[in-house]
Every structure is written in structure tokens, then in C-alpha cells.
């Protein structure tokens, strides 16, 4: 089975060119949005995929209908679908694909992606340090 960690410390992130090729892949719409809290709510601004890559922190990737539909004020996941939380599972077979074919170029903000084999037949997860992250099989603990 293959699944995709981020090898360096800093943590797992997407670039705008990675969830480009997933929004495609997908059939979906993609926007990019830089968000900032004002007065506990959060506003949204629309920027293109070049800003995004530029400031990393804070973008949110959406498919909405219509850009414009993106409240000033507004709570993100009240949307259909949000690209910046949708690969929990990092063995997805598009996750894998986006890393294999885009390489480096995948990388979001401090990331360097990289696909690893495990074995199909074990219970595993991601442990990290510092966003430096390995697969582990699972197993029992007590305490």
C-alpha cells in the first residue's frame, strides 16, 4: 500500500498546483481565498493560485458554485467541499497520484511530500515530531 508523509520537519501540506490537479481530477471548482479574523469571524478575500502559493498561511482552497457567493464573514466549512482538509486519509489513491506525478512541485508551505510502500495486511498510522512524520503499525498500549 502506498501512502504519502511529508519526510522534513515543518508539516503536511498541499500546494495550489496539487489541489488544482485534484479539483480536476475530481470535476470540482477550485478557489483560493485568503482568510484573516476580524472582530471573531473570519473574512474572506479572493486571490488567484499564484498569491496563494506566495502566502501559504491562511489561504483556504473551496469549491463554491460562484466565487462571489463567499461571504466577507463566514465560517469556511459551512461550504461544500474545503480541498485544505479533505486528505486525512494519506493513503488515497489521488493523494498518491497528485505526489507521484507532480513531485516536488506538490510540496505545500515547509512540506517535501513523499510516497512510502507499507504493507497491505498491517493496522497502521502517521506519528510525527515538528511535522516530520513516519508510518508506525499499531499496536496496544496500556497506562
Partial sequence: MKVVINSDYGGFSLSP????????KLGKPIYFFNSAYSEDRVRYTPIT????TKHWFGVRA??????????????????????TRHF???ADPLLVEV??????????????LKVI?????IEWDI????GLEWVAEKHRTWA
Fill in 62 to 83: 473551496l469549491s463554491v458554485p460562484d466565487p462571489s457567493l463567499v461571504p466577507d464573514f463566514g465560517d469556511y466549512d459551512e461550504f461544500n467541499w474545503s480541498f
Fill in 127 to 130: 506519528q510525527e515530531y515538528d
Fill in 99 to 112: 505526489v507521484e506525478a507532480l513531485g516536488e512541485e506538490a510540496n505545500g508551505s515547509h512540506a517535501t
Fill in 17 to 24: 498546483k496539487a489541489l488544482e490537479y485534484i479539483a480536476n
Fill in 88 to 90: 486525512e486519509n494519506r
Fill in 117 to 121: 510502500e507499507i504493507p497491505d495486511d
Fill in 49 to 52: 493560485a499564484e498569491e496563494a
